[in-house]
């Protein structure tokens, strides 16, 4: 075993040279290695069997996996955890390493495994998400003026955006496609006027979303479904149309019938916004392997598409192209608000989910969070209009209507604070 140790130890110290990571590292056996005087965070490699894990395996999965399970122990700010396991990972690579929190699997993508995927992801607990999730409980990438909003101001600021990127207009049918605990269309139908329905596979999301309803006053305006979104039976029906962090679930193969479903339910002008994690690298031919920590434990089945699948399934579909925008700092600025708020209220959320789930959310987010930083992840705002006939569909003559709000500047570097 010993032989095992220090071969891993040289190889790290050979691997990244003059670099002195802030890292101590104390073995299953009492040993422990300093890689400098100035010790950030600590690893407790709790066995052998991780270890070898570690040398064979992908590095930032295993890591994350061996938290996980209880057999690595971490010490120190998120920040440097993750800059630890990213050198980590460089001293160890693997083809593709650049997709790491990348999630291309392939599933099956049946309206059964889609639902049972959906709810083991959000059905985990209402209560837990509301510990951590915004006062409108709002699961998606907030949108930022200036980066020094909190999660509440930055998601109320998210749902206008949308509202007003849609042009929504008093009266208008709105559907919501994976309406998650019903933010967004409680957000429109009391500011903007709108008449909507809302689909989720969610069975938690539902009940909460329906009860939320009925409390504000919105019923008579707002049906919640428990339902596909293949199965929604309206065509010509809408008027403008959401999916909000959805279509990450929805599959690679899948993304032209997806589109063709928004497509048939929209009418001829119809507005849609889809809003998703994209990929950075366009793997055309062969989508990424899939990142195994994911698919284990967060997302099972999820899929990424570049931009480019996403323009391409859409003109498949009649759906033109009115606007695209990038989110990508600001989906990195609400995980880091995210794990700090999870990180306050850490004792409520063992109570209510236990560790394992505990970090699992923390470590993925956290890890998303410096993802998409570094450029690993994207997110899109794809905004676009149904014209299938040759007559021009109305649309603004430019894009004043969409934006208000102080300027500011993206900082080179995230603001962990103390997390």
């Not at 295993?62 to 690595?72: C, I, Q, S, T």
């Not at 392939?106 to 998400?129: L, T």
């Not at 019903?182 to 999301?205: D, F, H, M, P």
């Not at 959805?246 to 497509?263: A, D, K, N, T």
Request: aromatic share 12%; charged share 25%; glycine share 8%.
């Amino acid at each position: 075993m010993k032989d095992l140790r220090d071969s891993f130890l040289n190889h790290v110290c050979r691997r990244t040279g003059s670099t002195a990571l802030p890292l101590r590292i104390r073995f299953w056996d009492g040993h422990e290695y300093d890689f400098s005087s100035n010790i950030r965070v600590v690893m407790d490699f709790r066995s052998a069997t991780f270890l070898g894990r570690l040398l064979t395996g992908s590095t930032l999965d295993v890591l994350g996996e061996g938290y996980v399970e209880g057999d690595l122990g971490l010490e120190g700010r998120y920040q440097d955890i993750l800059a630890v396991a990213e050198a980590l990972g460089e001293a160890f690579p693997q083809p593709q390493k650049k997709s790491a929190m990348q999630f291309f699997v392939r599933g099956k993508h049946d309206r059964s495994s889609d639902a049972q995927s959906i709810r083991y992801h959000y059905d985990v607990s209402n209560d837990f998400y509301q510990l951590w999730l915004d006062r409108n409980m709002v699961y998606s990438c907030a949108y930022f003026h200036t980066g020094r909003e909190d999660i509440d101001t930055a998601q109320e600021q998210k749902l206008d955006h949308i509202c007003r990127k849609l042009h929504l207009q008093p009266g208008e049918r709105f559907l919501d496609i994976g309406c998650g605990w019903g933010g967004l269309l409680s957000w429109a139908a009391r500011n903007y006027g709108i008449q909507g329905v809302g689909v989720t596979l969610s069975e938690k999301q539902h009940a909460y979303a329906t009860k939320r309803m009925e409390s504000e006053g919105l019923a008579d305006r707002i049906e919640i479904r428990l339902q596909d979104y293949r199965d929604i039976p309206e065509r010509d029906h809408f008027d403008k149309v959401a999916s909000i962090g959805m279509f990450e679930h929805v599959g690679l193969s899948q993304l032209p019938g997806y589109f063709s479903v928004i497509q048939k339910v929209l009418r001829e002008g119809g507005w849609v916004l889809n809003h998703g994690i994209t990929a950075t690298q366009q793997d055309d031919e062969n989508p990424l392997s899939g990142n195994a920590f994911i698919d284990r434990y967060v997302f099972p089945d999820g899929e990424i598409p570049h931009l480019w699948r996403v323009v391409h399934a859409m003109a498949g579909q009649n759906l033109e192209v009115l606007d695209v925008e990038n989110l990508r700092p600001h989906y990195a600025q609400t995980l880091i608000q995210w794990v700090r708020r999870l990180e306050e209220r850490k004792e409520e959320a063992l109570r209510l989910v236990g560790p394992k789930s505990c970090r699992i959310w923390a470590i993925y987010m956290a890890g998303c969070a410096h993802a998409f930083w570094r450029n690993w992840l994207c997110l899109h705002q794809v905004l676009a209009i149904k014209q299938a006939g040759e007559k021009l569909a109305p649309r603004p003559w430019e894009r004043c209507y969409q934006y208000a709000g102080e300027e500011g500047y993206i900082p080179a570097e995230p603001d962990w604070g103390n997390t």
